[in-house]
């Protein structure tokens, strides 16, 4: 009995790929300087204990930020690391780990991190989790790896919403940052675009058509309950959340052509914050609140624009090229993600707000919908591959590269979720 | 050393699998945010909206007759461009007329953009060529009233092959009566 549940448990732990409509990753390249680690296998619960670690070295692996190196043996959380074998194999890192029984269905597993060089031990987290909990307690072990060993938050643990087309109908989905588990929040034969997250990860705001028009839903993934968040005469479209997440940033045109405004998540409020005789769209708050970021073509062609968030002059951020769009702000405010044209070809690119500097991350042609990760690292995009649409991550320095498909389907406008608190 | 971390929001996350019966042990409250289950909406259906009782039947049939300028409801715009270009002016007149003759029938139009570029760029510039057939029917006898002007952006193209040509059927607006949206 116990040990065909187990079966199950750390069968939908470590047999992923075989649901068909999930996200695949596939790493395209990797940083420079990778930091040799060792994941041994836990003690213990052999089925678990594998699961558990499987999942681990595939965060830290997709990362790009880590070498991982064979331990040579398993490693129990509560001895000392054979750490002169360990540094004669070349690893800075390593981490054992034990899985127990805890009854009632439950498992304990505790994690050793450990510096070879200085052979000191970095941390001792404990886990207590169910067979089910077995995918997000690797995340969870992963993360603090990361963070232990980088001095940034993983985002192991985080989810990210796309939209996937197939034929005559849009899912607008949401899965774990590795793509597993995903769900549909939303099904419909009318296109959804633009999702993004609110700050707390509660809910989802997108644009959905199946009115014939565009109009803006706020979605609570908890409960499934949605409101219209902004449908007013014309199109209502580009939702983005205040820091608060008390108020959106949309554009309307009720007055006109594309303006944007500001309303009450509940819909109530509206209120215009920029004014120009042409398109206003794409708005985006910086982390910190003070600006909203947006793309306009009052200067003739599609640019970059900021306004302070309470209102003022709007001052132009881009001016290479003849077409820059969808800003992005970094969570540490001192970079920019936009999609600029160069010779024919939609590109990734990231400008460094300080300098103004800009660079190109990627070499496709129809990169769209720009999403930090939240800890700022990575940036998830769509793009198009021999026809058919995919999600792609590159790091903010361009090295680390991921590419992220359905199988026999389109995906699209992915928004990566704020960090689990 | 820390304490053994709970994971009861995990619990309700991979609940929502259905591998698993929902077996959460610990207290729920804070962590719903973890758990998209039975958030599987369908679209509900879109209501029929009925044609107007006092419509005068010609001008219905007119709408459906191949011979009429009526029948046609495209309007075709030059890339990023939303200037409605004179060629497509008498088919403005006629529809303007029939407006103007029928002031309870009702209008949508829907602007719509080529592939290339953001989104929701696409969307604005599909807004503009929408507006632009708008003003044109108001100067030719139709009400504000009578119409809106929608942007379905680069989301339901005519025509999907990626080329000049197709480009050129997919940046258009589209004119729908009452009882057609």
């Known amino acids: ?421 | 050393m820390r304490a053994l971390i709970s994971l009861s929001a995990v619990t309700l996350l991979l609940a929502a699998c259905g591998s698993q019966p929902p077996a959460p042990e610990q207290n729920p409250a804070g962590v719903e945010s973890r758990t998209p289950s039975g958030i599987q909406v369908e679209t509900p259906p879109v209501k029929e909206v009925k044609p107007e009782a006092a419509f005068d039947p010609n001008s219905i049939a007119a709408l459906k007759d191949p011979r009429s300028p009526l029948s046609k409801r495209s309007v075709y715009f030059d890339y990023d461009s939303y200037v409605v270009k004179d060629e497509f002016q008498t088919l403005l007149g006629a529809h303007g007329k029939l407006l103007a003759a029928n002031p309870r029938l009702k209008m949508l139009i829907q602007g719509n953009a080529d592939e290339r570029g953001s989104r929701e760029y696409n969307l604005a510039l599909g807004q503009k060529r929408a507006d632009a057939v708008r003003k044109a029917l108001t100067l030719l006898g139709a009400r504000e009233d009578q119409l809106e002007a929608v942007s379905l952006g680069e989301e339901k193209p005519a025509c999907s092959d990626g080329t000049e040509d197709c480009w050129g059927k997919n940046r258009r607006g589209d004119m729908l009566y009452s009882g057609e949206f």
Do not use: C
Not at chain 1, 34 to 63: C, H, M, N, W, Y
Not at chain 1, 170 to 178: G, Q
Not at chain 1, 326 to 348: E, H, M, V, W, Y
């Open chain 1, 1 to 421: 009995m116990k040990f065909n549940a187990l079966l199950v448990a750390a069968g939908l732990a470590v047999a992923p790929l075989l649901a068909h409509a999930q996200l695949t990753v596939e790493i395209t390249g990797a940083g420079a300087n990778r930091l040799p680690v060792a994941i041994a296998d836990f003690t213990g619960e052999r089925i678990v204990a594998q699961a558990l670690t499987s999942v681990v070295r595939a965060d830290l692996d997709r990362s790009g930020l880590f070498r991982l190196i064979d331990a040579g043996a398993p490693l129990a959380d509560n001895l000392s690391p054979p750490f002169e074998d360990l540094k004669s194999r070349g690893i800075d890192a390593v981490a054992g780990g034990s899985v127990a029984t805890a009854g009632e269905g439950r498992y304990e597993t505790r994690v050793r991190l450990s510096d070879v060089p200085k052979q000191a031990a970095l941390g001792t987290p404990a886990y207590l989790h169910t067979g089910a909990q077995l995918r997000a307690t690797a995340h969870r072990i992963a993360d603090y790896i990361y963070e232990k060993l980088t001095g940034e938050p993983g985002v192991f643990s985080t989810r990210i919403a796309y939209v996937v087309k197939s034929t005559g109908r849009f899912e607008l989905k949401i899965a774990d940052a590795d793509g597993s588990n995903d769900q549909a929040a939303l099904a419909s034969r009318e296109p959804i675009i633009s999702p993004t997250w609110s700050p707390d990860g509660s809910k989802l705001a997108y644009v959905s058509f199946e009115a014939k028009k565009p109009v803006v839903y706020v979605h609570d993934l908890a409960s499934g309950r949605r409101h219209v968040a902004a449908n007013f005469k014309g199109s209502n479209s580009a939702p983005a959340w205040s820091p608060s997440g008390k108020q959106l940033a949309v554009v309307l045109t009720k007055d006109g052509s594309s303006q944007l405004y500001v309303v009450n998540v509940d819909g109530s409020g509206v209120t215009r914050i920029a004014t120009s005789s042409g398109i206003d769209t794409e708005p985006r708050w910086s982390t910190d609140g003070q600006y909203i970021y947006f793309t306009s073509d009052r200067g003739g062609s599609p640019q970059i624009y900021r306004v302070a968030s309470g209102g003022g002059n709007a001052e132009r951020i881009s001016f290479e090229g003849s077409y820059n769009v969808t800003p992005r702000p970094s969570p540490d405010g001192k970079s920019l993600a936009f999609i600029t044209r160069n010779g024919g070809r939609f590109q990734l690119a990231l400008m460094d707000l300080a300098t103004r500097q800009v660079q190109i991350l990627t070499d496709s042609t129809k990169d769209e919908s720009p999403s930090f990760a939240p800890n700022g690292r990575m940036i998830l995009y769509a793009t198009e591959i021999g026809g058919r649409g995919v999600l792609a991550a590159v790091s903010a320095d361009g090295r680390v590269k991921q590419k992220l498909s359905v199988q026999a389907a389109d995906v699209r406008e992915p928004a990566w979720g704020p960090l689990v608190r």
